[in-house]
């Protein structure tokens, strides 16, 4: 482990606020190019059917529109002859090849919202009248609704498959057939959680550029994983990668849906090489709400079996996730984690869950912060509390006994087929957060609160416990420059979407090459004319793989200068000492300053591999007050405690746990994609799709600890960022259960809206008088 | 979302903008732009002619008299809240415009165009209602008063010809003692309301009830008078028992529609659940 | 049509179609490119300018109604290089992330402090919640803009147009 010098560990104020501040951030939408041209999409608003006729005779001829882009142009365009399909990431499984995107559509419209055609014009607002003008005769085809309808079986989305199953994995560790035989006590119950989505403030926006002479395309907008879009968009136009470069500008938030790769990331530059003149799409929020990846409609029927002490013996079940029309770059990702993770931080030797990933005529889905791991969080920790009381076992003793103990780490969970994957829990100690937790949130004080009636409304409390899961491999690589001035440049793949990289970066860089912070010129991201390969932003990996790429580049880079150094000094490399980072000295007291070494600046790049994912773990308490009548949560207080093993700078990593806390919280009472049973998107802007503001949530707290680093990174971190949304959901149900036990309300449903936890007192009621359980 | 194309003008009186307006049939007056603007935005609506009213300065008055208030139809919600007078001339509609979604939003929104606008869930149809206010319009024909109870006809419909513009609106007088109460709940502070009630009384010797006025907001296609509730509290004293008969009355009296929001069955409910707590308000509130 | 306005202390002359926001003016006319777009129906807050004095959502205005108007937006908040207080104090809180509601927030907070220096925290929240932030979670923002009010109270008053 390296010495702490005071750079890592510090709230270092961020380097790009200076920018933001001042209203100099640089947003794809922000840019201007010569002669470009203002993209529209054409996008269906019928959820299922059969395309007739496109007709963009009209929309061509209208003043001000210079080309209408549909899928003639892109199958005559394409090197195959053929309309290219957005690809899979993540789990790129055979099985998901015949029922990927294609980039636009030609036979079939699948969801409202898939795109039919791209008009360029000399503004934005003449290509979306051009819009209005395309005429499109689809046949309607029987809307598949939701994961029931799909696997009716009665319309098929992809009618060559006659099935509407996109996949099924299955988590599995020990037995739990045995686990269940004779079990003291089993519990079986459904849970639900809702369609919601990521929403970062900035929409889409790309603007591509085709220099026809040079044969170079250049792609403004990345953002997460430019690399592996590079490599996609090269293929699908027939380029040599080095052909293409895409540039990481400022970034307004991703959370996971920004920067995967969309159909307008192949369509918009298809489009600016087509027209050979610049282009520039921005999305707009009714269009984003519609075609950016969706996330979180889940649900399972899970059963539990646990000794009359309360030790858990096995859980298993089914859980169903409705994926929308198509499986995109990761649409599996979260629901393999509901099924890998449904233990969580829990010692549960016997797990038996499958998930089935269904095709709907929805808006397709991706991972959203914490994917599948909010929804399976929600699922165990509202079965716990029903165990708890079940058993007559208090809640937070109950957890007590299963948390995995220290001890028994690594701790291997249920291993995941197909696209098998095994993995364990590195390192912890999970009782410390819960006890820290329960603290901070004064349980012992609060506990007389819990289900009591205070001037109309009920008080609760809850606990619960969640791991994160970080640190994604295989790679990440990064280069450090020094400067011919004596600063140094810092590059690096991971790319930047608020989490303040190039500050934590800067720290990291500065820390491992011994300089104070205002060396470092400035750390720069993303693009990939930086770094040779680079991989991203996900999975809670850049500071991780990022910030230990950087540390190898720093080794490699201090090597590199001994070496140029011992040349000019005449001595050995291994004899050459770098002072205050400033200059090489000689053990014969001769010196050169670093910058003097090179006019071209000298550069070295490093590397980290990984395959071994980083726990982050902790746990969150919630006190609520519920007005029975009205509905209504109030959140008096919210606590996250989290260890993330080594904090790079506790006010980024705090900032990003609250942020994350009001994102779940979010999750758990307000957000909701509402589609009706023709497959329409009902909430259509942002006054129908609710997310939290400044007057919904005032007392929240975080505590990020670093007391058991990671073993497999040589920063000794794990990922931070996701675990504040993980419990969120889970914590705000049992909170609203235990106010409400009294009125016999057990919510089993996301998202618990005013409207929703009245009828669910309604039902207490009605329960009660009836006198049913 | 970029608007349709149309064109503009901004008159300098009344009477060219009523002039404008008739000259085509679609047509639309721009007031505060608040609720026009997204509109044109969603393409929604798409007018040839956007007459803004902006440079109408006599539209920005408010005259407060014996008779009453009267608003003009360009005053800004934010106007009516830094303007003092109110507080003791129209409590009533200061507390609801307080509601009015958000800070940005009441510095630019209109009294008329919220009036004209008509959305079901807005606070201001709700209190002209409630409070019989007068709306006075003017047109290529002249001017006329429309009653507020008469004003409002569906979803975002009004009484309006397409060549009216509202020129004010007339609350009447508010006497000193007058009791009142406005309680709206909503998904988030600003969101439109999910059912509102605002409530007014004065009291005869003994302390009971009279002039009794209850008006429901959000749960109908067009604000409402609670007649029933009003029949309830008139002539009684405001105990707990009359109102918890006037939540029931208020429960009884409407029929809301479910959305993606809520329930009817809740959206019912609450309405009772916002005249019960606005009559605790009116009844616990200090009377400047 | 052609129009003639301030912005942050500077004349301006634009010709725009009648259509066009004031955002959009603003953004690609003039290139100031700091006030944000983030939903074009007026809910989101990232567009908030100072109209006359007042804060208003420029996405919800047509650029023609500028006409005659003292406008100032996050590029006016701050001479030169120096922060101002109110800048300074988000910096210090951490109340930026990705920075994208930022110029929105500074503006709309600007504003309410421009008015009532002495604002609490729920007047603050009240305030703010019409410019949503997907990043922070708001509770630094609030503190931030809490922490800037001493700045603003040598200078109560109605807000100006300019910087």
């Known amino acids: 482990m390296r010495t702490v010098n005071s750079l890592i560990g510090s709230p270092i104020e961020r380097r790009e606020d200076l920018r933001f501040l001042r209203g100099r951030g640089e947003y794809v939408d922000d840019l201007l190019r010569e002669g470009l041209l203002y993209a529209a999409v054409l996008r269906s608003s019928v959820a299922h059917g059969r395309i007739r006729s496109l007709d963009v005779s009209a929309a061509r001829a209208l003043a001000g529109v210079h080309t209408v882009v549909t899928a003639a142009e892109v199958r005559s365009g394409s090197p195959e002859n053929r309309i290219p399909r957005v690809p899979m990431r993540l789990q790129p499984l055979p099985e998901f090849e015949p029922v990927g995107q294609p980039v636009i559509a030609e036979t079939k419209v699948r969801y409202v919202g898939e795109a039919l055609a791209v008009v360029l014009a000399s503004s934005a607002a003449i290509a979306e009248d051009a819009l209005g003008l395309i005429e499109v005769d689809i046949e309607p085809l029987p809307a598949v609704a939701g994961r029931r309808a799909s696997a009716k079986g009665e319309a098929f989305l992809f009618e060559e498959r006659a099935s509407n199953l996109a996949m099924k994995f299955h988590a599995v560790r020990g037995d739990t057939a045995i686990a269940f035989k004779d079990a003291p006590y089993v519990r079986r119950e459904r849970f639900r959680t809702q369609r919601h989505m990521a929403l970062p403030m900035e929409p889409r926006g790309l603007l591509a550029r085709w220099d026809a002479a040079e044969g170079k395309l250049t792609v403004c907008g990345g953002a997460k994983v430019l690399f592996f879009n590079r490599r996609t968009l090269a293929r699908h136009l027939g380029l040599p990668e080095s052909a293409i470069e895409l540039i990481e500008n400022d970034v307004g938030g991703g959370f996971g849906a920004r920067g995967e790769f969309y159909p307008e990331d192949f369509l918009i530059p298809f489009a600016a090489r087509h027209a050979g003149r610049p282009v520039k799409w921005t999305e707009d929020r009714r269009e984003h709400l519609m075609t950016v990846n969706h996330a979180r409609e889940a649900e399972c029927e899970v059963e539990i079996a646990c000794t009359r002490d309360g030790a858990i013996l096995g859980l298993r079940g089914h859980a169903h996730v409705d994926v929308g029309a198509y499986m995109r770059t990761n649409g599996a990702v979260g629901a393999r984690n509901i099924a890998q993770f449904m233990s969580g931080p829990y010692r549960i030797e016997n797990i038996d869950i499958d998930v089935s990933l269904w095709l709907t005529n929805k808006t397709p889905v991706g991972t959203y912060r914490g994917p599948g791991r909010f929804e399976t969080d929600f699922f165990r920790e509202r079965l716990l509390d029903m165990v708890a009381r079940d058993l007559a076992i208090d809640r937070v003793e109950l957890r007590r006994r299963n948390l995995v103990p220290q001890r028994d780490m690594p701790y291997p969970i249920a291993t995941i087929t197909p696209f098998e994957s095994k993995d364990e829990l590195d390192s912890g100690n999970y009782q410390v957060t819960l006890d820290r937790c329960l603290r901070e949130i004064k349980w012992q004080e609060k506990a007389r609160l819990s289900g009591k009636a205070i001037g109309g409304r009920y008080h609760g409390l809850a606990v619960g416990c969640f791991i994160e899961g970080g640190a994604a491999g295989p790679k990440e690589t990064a280069r450090i420059v020094l400067e011919p001035d004596g600063s140094f440049s810092v590059y690096v793949g991971s790319s930047a979407i608020g989490q303040g990289l190039e500050t934590a970066f800067a720290q990291i860089a500065a820390d491992a090459l011994e300089v104070p912070l205002d060396r470092i010129r400035g750390v720069l991201h993303g693009s990939t004319a930086y770094v040779s390969d680079g991989y991203g932003a996900y999975h809670s990996r850049s500071v991780v793989m990022g910030g230990s790429a950087i540390l190898a580049a720093a080794d490699n880079l201090r090597a590199v200068i001994r070496a140029q150094a011992a040349e000019r000094l005449g001595c050995a490399p291994g004899e050459v000492g770098i002072v205050e980072g400033e200059k090489a000295v000689a053990p014969n007291g001769r010196s050169v300053a670093l910058g003097a070494l090179s006019g071209a600046g000298i550069s070295a790049e490093g590397a980290f591999l990984n395959k071994k994912h980083t726990y982050t773990y902790g746990a969150h308490a919630a006190h609520v007050a519920v007005d029975p009548k009205l509905g209504h949560v109030d959140l008096i207080d919210y606590v996250v405690v989290e260890d993330c093993g080594r904090i790079i700078n506790p006010l980024t990593v705090h900032g990003q746990a609250i942020g994350s806390v009001v994102q779940g919280l979010g999750g758990a009472v307000m957000e909701h994609l509402q589609y009706d049973e023709d497959g329409q998107l009902l909430t259509g802007s942002l006054a129908d799709y609710l997310i939290p503001t400044a007057s919904d949530f005032p007392s929240i707290r975080a505590v990020v600890l670093e007391e058991h680093p990671s073993p497999i990174n040589p920063l000794g971190a794990k990922g931070a960022g996701e675990g504040g949304i993980i419990a969120a959901g889970g914590v705000m149900a049992n909170a609203i259960a235990d106010a409400l036990r009294d009125l016999a309300v057990e919510p089993r449903e996301l998202p618990l809206t005013p409207s929703r936890i009245w009828e669910l007192v309604q039902a207490g009621r009605s329960n009660a008088q009836s006198g049913q359980g | ?288 | 049509m052609s129009i003639r306005f301030e912005v942050n202390g500077k004349k301006v002359e634009v010709d725009v179609e009648p259509r066009m926001t004031l955002a959009d003016c603003l953004r690609h006319v003039l290139r100031l490119t700091g006030t944000h777009v983030g939903c074009e129906h007026g809910v989101c807050g990232a567009c908030t300018i100072i109209v006359d004095g007042a804060a208003v959502r420029s996405c919800l205005m047509l650029a023609v109604q500028a006409e005659g108007s003292q406008i100032l937006t996050v590029e006016g908040l701050c001479d030169g290089e120096d922060l101002s207080p109110l800048q300074q104090s988000f910096r210090k809180h951490h109340a930026l992330q990705c920075g994208f509601c930022t110029p929105g927030m500074l503006i709309t907070a600007h504003a309410l402090l421009s008015e009532e220096p002495d604002c609490d925290a729920a007047r603050v929240r009240e305030v703010l919640s019409g410019n949503l932030c997907r990043c922070t979670g708001y509770i630094s923002i609030v503190e931030a803009v809490l922490d800037a009010r001493v700045a603003y109270r040598d200078n109560a008053g109605r807000v100006a147009g300019k910087a």
């Open chain 2, 1 to 288: 979302m970029k608007m349709p194309p149309f064109d503009y003008a901004c008159p300098t009186t009344l009477l060219e903008a009523v002039a404008l307006l008739a000259s085509r049939d679609d047509a639309k007056a721009l007031a505060g732009g608040q609720s026009l603007v997204p509109m044109l935005a969603f393409r929604l609506a798409q007018p040839a002619l956007l007459v803004d009213l902006r440079k109408l300065a006599e539209l920005r008055k408010i005259t407060i008299s014996a008779d009453g208030v009267r608003l003009g139809a360009m005053v800004r919600w934010r106007d009516i809240l830094d303007d003092d007078r109110l507080t003791t001339a129209q409590p009533l509609l200061k507390a609801a415009v307080a509601e009015v979604a958000h800070y940005q939003i009441r510095n630019r929104g209109t009294v008329g165009g919220s009036l004209a606008h008509a959305d079901p869930a807005a606070e201001m149809p709700g209190i002209a209602v409630t409070c019989e206010a007068e709306i006075h319009v003017r047109g290529k024909s002249g001017s006329r008063m429309i009653k507020a109870g008469e004003f409002f006809v569906g979803p975002l419909m009004t009484a309006l010809a397409a060549d009216e513009i509202i020129v004010e609106v007339r609350l009447p007088a508010w006497p000193a003692g007058r009791r009142w109460g406005f309680q709206e709940f909503a998904r988030r502070r600003g969101d439109f309301a999910l059912a509102a009630a605002a409530v007014f009384y004065d009291e005869e010797d003994g302390g009971k009830i009279c002039n009794a006025h209850a008006g429901a907001i959000g749960v109908a296609d067009r604000p409402l008078r609670l007649h029933a509730v009003e029949n309830i509290l008139n002539g009684r004293r405001l105990d707990d028992d009359t109102m918890a008969k006037a939540d029931a009355a208020a429960c009884a009296a409407v029929n809301p529609d479910g959305d993606i929001h809520a329930s009817a069955a809740y959206r019912r409910a609450l309405v009772g659940t916002m005249v019960e707590r606005a009559l605790k308000a009116a009844h616990s509130r200090q009377i400047v």
